[in-house]
């Protein structure tokens, strides 16, 4: 941690938060230059900091020059996690294809959904029981129907199984239902349910916030860790920004910038990153070739009958062409 | 609602989605341009979306024309609401002033804020006792502990009081001890907290999302309303945007833009807009002058040993001198 | 300046950063942790940025402490500035009240547009006669028939006349008409025009660019000064976020923000930031209160014939409603 | 084009604005229903849009169906452009690379820089000799000399040459000497510059603004276009978000949906998107397989030497590696 002085901060005010510093057990080095004198403090701030030492009289600002979150950190755990679901493994050189539709409506569609893709490559099925939207009188969700429908899918294909929860009560539920918990990005910073995630023995997609900054994303991740559940997939699902052609912008870069700071592995949804059909093909490539870790795409076996997000669904036909088309450009990566 | 046709739309195409909407029991009215059919469509859209217009063959896109929220909507009800909350009250031309600090962290540290905030003039103090924090190593909070200290600082100083919740269980526990609910930037969109908050019978505090559009946070207001809690106070407390030099971007427009669309009452939170003490006072000033409804302010009894939020919690002493200069703006705006 | 080491640099990188900073006559203070090594680096850092010192071997980044703002900063002149042309004074205890059209149409609606901006109380008349236009196919503005019919309307009025400038060449027109030279948000990064605006002897309105850092602005007004012209006026204009209801999102906290950091004058322009004639009001006493040293406002004598923005203009009736209005705001603050 | 009526708005409102349409020669749709009344315009809007139909009573909103832009337009030109530069292709099936160092520094450094990047296999030589820097006190460049340089450069490795210019004085002097003209981020709303493009018969690279839509982008576009010069390339090269890991958030997503939307070849600058050298490969190869046209690269031969953004340059080992990489993934693309 840096200190740096106000311009116009007294010797008494340099002494006195130097003062604090030392008390608090830490270590200083002061610099002093012709119009700035900064402070490098060395040790563990956790006391200092309660001592709030950024409103001491003289202190301009304080710079954190280490990050907060530990267990998702690449420096205290270089090598890639890799997590193996009963057989399907997710992280380091595997590539994991998870698609399904946005919403469970019925027994049959969720079957035929697990069906088709199953059929088109995918490992995991996907299917929200719990969803979450915008208005209160949009439609939402079978919830434990649901999961009934989709466990029951997920057996007679084989495929394992993730599902959105967006409370405690949904996460206690659907932990007895699937393979994998989803918490999703109106949710991220939902730090109760994080807790809750981190106490179930279980897997979890956390995506990212609508306009949450990398390290805000990290930290929710430590929340879930911290709490003994190490398990966690980072799923980039696009930002807000003032573009409108798109639902959101897909943060591509947040591939190779989790790489290089996290151990954890990293998946792409470009269905909700973009919002266009059309579009999914190419930002799936783009995700493969920036070195994710897996995919996790909407399709529905009739998107024009999809009781939420159609304009995005690709259907069984358009997603066998997409895994086809895929196929080379993981291999390519060194995946499988 | 209108329908955006395909340049390449062919008359089949126009003729089967003319029939859809005509088979949900809804009216169209049909524009063709030279290069560019549209279709309004007219009636309760309901069954309609549930069909996926635009996903039909020829359909470029949807506009929607109406808002999705009803009971917070202006055009449902046109005057302002103001709630009484034993004497206090909250809309029209009162004007409320929110004081106290980031944290509840001791019996004492609440008791002398609540004293200075009301002699200040404020007449509702803040104090959280779940907080929401980015990493999970910072302090959390006192929990019920502090609501009920808390609630003892209300009752000496005769202050009505607020206080975060961030969980179903919290919100539970808390209502017992309250007058107010807050619900926080991170959980605008946790929806099922929301439909609790809708069933229980407090006014709410609803601040804006992080990075949440006007519409979607008056569609979270939907979401306690419709569950039946209509009495909802917006607080706007900064969106994030690129600069730097503040915390967040206080969206001063958001002021009348609420004005012109809802009747709830709203607030600004200059501290966690800015994040910085030297400019609450001159945002609260603006606050005032846009047509607020009332402020809510980090005081702390000694913001240099504040547990959180330290830099941008004002001092009694400021506090004082902010009420005083604040009056005849309030004034000048018509409120008491 | 702050060197960060990476966590794996060795004995050997340390040493031979150090001895680079030295070689360009400067100081360091080096700081080891356990986990972490910092340099801090004391003197003029021209020299060392030149060998790029953030890509040396073992350094992970480096921080700047410092502004890159000379002229602007209030560091090195306390006191605000305040220009006087020809009597009307920018600035300081002043408040200025710049109106007009948004493009100069004809010699009949800018007399009209200067006779009734005058009459409700503004003392400088605003008018295009070179639109930046997003589409070619727009209205392009007037040109030098247009400033004629501009200055025309300065005389017969007495009002000081401001007008845009989008390049060089417009530039040397301009000035022989106008008393003020503005330059547009899309323009604050065109170096050039900055750099020939700074040859110019006269002052300067700077709009802020659409995504401009306040520190990218001050550093756009540096352009200017550097060159020998020291009277800029900032103007804040809205920045571009995510949330659409308002044209642009107005920075409120940019006046206290800049207020800190410099001491040039400060305006708001409330009607390219929001776009909605309705809240040009509420924007306005918001920025009176805020402190800003003046508004810049659209008023057209018709708006519904306005060739451009007539949605944002007032009328002259509701341009003079506003300034009644504003009165005892701007005399709260202290200002005439 | 579709005119929103207010829900207040009177039968003489509508009847009026009707009859202003039809005045201007054009047709209408009537579509009343319950709570909204809207009127789809038909025919070419110009006229009625100089008269402001969003302005008159009882209208509430205007909503756009169609472009602005025309040249630049798919809908108008379906096939993809495909530039021809002295047997060097862009667009098309073709695929280019250009690398070169961010600024030419002298005739040695950009010689040794245009021979490994041929080396490596690049096609196109970049190098800036008017920099946009943000501070008045950085390298601004040695422009006519660079451009010398360049040129030489350019014969002695056979590599066509492009430039960044910042004026039109700049322009002038430029086309002389490159092949290819660069209209950076900072210019791109720089009309008055756009204009001159398009007065020149030299292709031109348009780098999207830091917060320009894609829409605006595409109108800049039309700008260079409707002066007569139709040989345009755009580079996307991030946008400004409020991530701070990476220097700009590549919107890599403008790829797809600027290949719905335009017939010109769409290139990628990972450098300065992302502005950290690791993330360079990874978001080429994403660049690559989303479809892009070709990339720009920064490369210096000496990168701890370069006078500016060397933290994001490769040195000529690495551009050799990456494209080794990327060749695969263009093949794959069906590039060539």
Redesign the interface.
């Known amino acids: 941690m ?1 200190l ?1 002085m106000k ?1 116009n901060a007294t010797e008494e005010n340099i002494k006195k938060i130097i003062e604090t510093v030392h008390s608090c057990g830490l ?10 004198t ?1 402070i ?1 403090v ?2 563990d701030k ?1 006391k200092l900091l ?3 030492p ?3 009289p003289g202190v301009e600002r304080i ?1 954190q ?2 990050e ?2 530990k267990l998702a950190n690449k ?1 205290f755990k270089a090598e890639p996690s890799v997590y193996d679901i009963d057989g399907v493994k997710i992280g380091g050189d595997n590539f994991c294809m998870i698609a399904g539709p946005c919403a469970i409506e019925s027994k049959e569609q969720i079957l035929e959904a697990a069906q088709c893709v199953k059929k088109a490559g995918a490992n995991i099925l996907r299917g929200g029981a719990y969803k ?6 949009s ?1 939402q969700g079978l919830e434990e129907k649901g999961l009934e429908y989709m466990k029951e899918a997920g057996e007679k294909t084989g495929l394992k199984i993730v599902s959105e929860v ?5 996460l206690n539920t659907a932990k007895d239902y699937v393979d994998i918990l989803q918490i999703g990005a ?2 991220m ?5 994080l ?1 809750a995630a981190g106490k179930a023995d279980i897997p979890v997609i956390l995506k990212r916030g ?2 949450a ?4 994303w990290l ?1 929710a991740a ?2 879930i860790m ?1 709490e003994g559940n190490e398990r966690v997939i980072l799923c980039e699902r696009g ?8 639902r959101n ?5 947040a ?3 989790l ?3 996290t151990h954890l592995p990293v998946i792409i949804d470009p269905s909700h ?2 919002g266009v059909r ?2 999914i093909a ?2 799936s ?7 994710s870790d897996g995919l996790i795409i909407e399709v529905h076996p009739h ?5 939420s997000d ?2 995005q669904s690709l259907n069984p036909t358009d997603f066998e062409n997409l895994c086809a088309e895929l196929k ?2 993981i291999s ?1 990566m060194g995946r499988k």
């Not at 490539?285 to 070195?291: C, D, Q, T, W």
């Not at 998107?303 to 009781?307: D, F, I, Q, S, T």
């Open positions: 840096i740096v311009q270590k200083t080095h002061l610099s002093t230059g012709e119009s700035l900064i490098g060395i040790g956790k309660e001592k709030n950024g409103l001491f710079i020059v280490s907060s979150y420096k979450p939207r915008t208005s209160p009188y439609f967006t409370s405690i009560e949904a109106r949710n910073q939902n730090f109760e349910l807790k609508l306009c900054t990398i390290d805000e930290n430590e929340y911290s930002i807000r920004t003032f573009e409108t052609s798109t912008t897909l943060d591509i870069s591939v190779p910038v790489k290089s700071k990153a973009s059309e579009y190419p930002l490539r783009a995700a493969v070739a920036a070195g998107p024009e009958c999809a009781l159609g304009a080379p450009f390519l």
